[in-house]
């Protein structure tokens, strides 16, 4: 009784995985999550707000790490795997030894019937002739007394469902290992400065890679339609010793360990010291430093001129509660002032800095050849007729008498009219 209750609930169990619908609900659920970790801004969780209290509890702020994407996930690998597991003995037996003897032949979608006085053989072969000449598989069966012929076409359309679900194993395979060790974000490098990879900024996915970055220096290159970039040299740095070198451009990334490093954008700026601390300034932007500790003198760098060789920029000393500023001036490159013997700040030169993007898509080959292998499956099946047509030949005196059914799943009509056209065609070789 118990091994009957085990083998009744295992049997439950293979068939709610084998399921196609309980897959497509999976899709589906997968897909609407993903669009949400793409679509959904990362910044709604530091918001003071119900909603933003909401994104974070439910992990939406980084989807593809979060433990319910996963189990969607392996829940998509497992009904692909028992599905697949599920159709390939029965396909592997229509491809290879496809049942070959039918019982009722009225059932069938096409059925026809007729009488000749012509040699058993000569029917049966002028049928394997027209058969095969409409690229029809034939088989033929060993009974003497009542042979029978089985013939196919375009069997590899019971191969679609098989290469759908290896399709969506692989892809599911792949989108698992992006989420569980891909990973994204920025880093801004000055030249000459170095900096970890896990100090990336805006970081999606966990960094697993130990290693720095060192901008060594910039270049300026011509591209083909005569527009001036710029294009860093970089070394990789492993246990402080460089592993790798090479140029990164915007369109030909550098790749070490599986991360592809692009140039996002080279900064232009200049580098300034205020009381003795370096700063670094870059056109467009907010570039105010305090004087003081109390915040009530600053210093503003504007009008900068970031030329590698003649930079140069203006400043102004303000104060919160002055409209007017209390002095004004220019620097070069090596030149300083102090304000009021009590303030000094000096422009050190120019200083270039590069915005890296880094990203890890272990899943990514995965991804796409999921993907292909999909479509292939969906071609099968939807661009794929399978055919199946028996014939059984009864000698009855001196006359034979035969049957002949067929059966299609797609396109019933149009079936219906190949198989009156076949036999006809094989007839009229016997004059039946």
Request: proline share 5%; net charge neutral.
């Amino acid at each position: 009784m118990g091994d009957q209750l085990y083998n009744k609930n295992m049997l439950r169990f293979w068939r709610f995985f084998a399921s196609m619908r309980f897959g497509l609900i999976l899709m589906f659920l997968l897909a609407g999550a993903a669009t949400l970790g793409i679509l959904l801004p990362q910044e709604i969780t530091t918001q003071n707000t119900l909603l933003g209290q909401i994104s974070s509890f439910l992990g939406l702020n980084n989807v593809f790490a979060t433990w319910w994407f996963h189990t969607l996930a392996y829940l998509l690998v497992l009904n692909a795997s028992v599905c697949t597991l599920h159709r390939v003995s029965a396909v592997i037996s229509v491809l290879r030894s496809p049942r070959m003897t039918v019982n009722a032949y009225d059932r069938l979608q096409a059925y026809q019937t007729f009488t000749t006085k012509e040699r058993q053989q000569e029917v049966i072969d002028s049928f394997i002739q027209v058969l095969k000449s409409n690229r029809y598989r034939v088989l033929q069966s060993e009974d003497e007394e009542q042979p029978q012929l089985y013939a196919d076409k375009q069997r590899l359309e019971v191969l679609g469902p098989v290469v759908l679900h290896s399709g969506i194993f692989i892809l599911a395979l792949g989108l698992t290992g992006l989420s569980l060790s891909g990973f994204a974000g920025t880093l801004t490098i000055p030249v000459g400065s170095s900096a970890p990879l896990s100090a990336m900024q805006q970081t999606t996915g966990t960094v697993n890679r130990n290693f720095a970055i060192r901008v060594d220096s910039a270049e300026q290159l011509i591209t083909r339609t005569g527009l001036l970039n710029t294009a860093p040299n970089v070394s990789i740095l492993a246990n402080d010793a460089v592993v790798k070198t090479g140029q990164v451009e915007f369109n030909a990334p550098f790749t070490y360990q599986g991360v592809n490093i692009h140039l996002v954008q080279f900064i232009h700026g200049e580098l300034v010291a205020v009381n003795g601390k370096p700063q670094i300034i870059r056109p467009n932007q907010p570039n105010y430093f305090p004087l003081t500790p109390t915040n009530d003198l600053y210093v503003a760098f504007t009008n900068m001129h970031p030329d590698p060789n003649r930079p140069t920029v203006d400043y102004m000393i303000v104060q919160p509660s002055s409209p007017q500023p209390l002095a004004q001036g220019s620097l070069r490159a090596g030149e300083g002032e102090n304000y009021q013997n009590q303030f000094s700040f000096s422009l050190i030169g120019y200083q270039g800095s590069a915005v890296l993007h880094a990203t890890s898509q272990p899943g990514l080959n995965f991804v796409l050849t999921g993907a292909l292998v999909l479509l292939g499956g969906m071609f099968l099946t939807l661009y794929l007729r399978y055919r199946k047509i028996w014939l059984s030949f009864i000698a009855d005196g001196d006359q034979l008498q035969v049957m002949a059914g067929g059966y299609s799943a797609k396109e019933r009509l149009r079936f219906a009219i190949e198989f009156k056209a076949l036999i006809d065609e094989a007839r009229s070789l016997v004059g039946g």
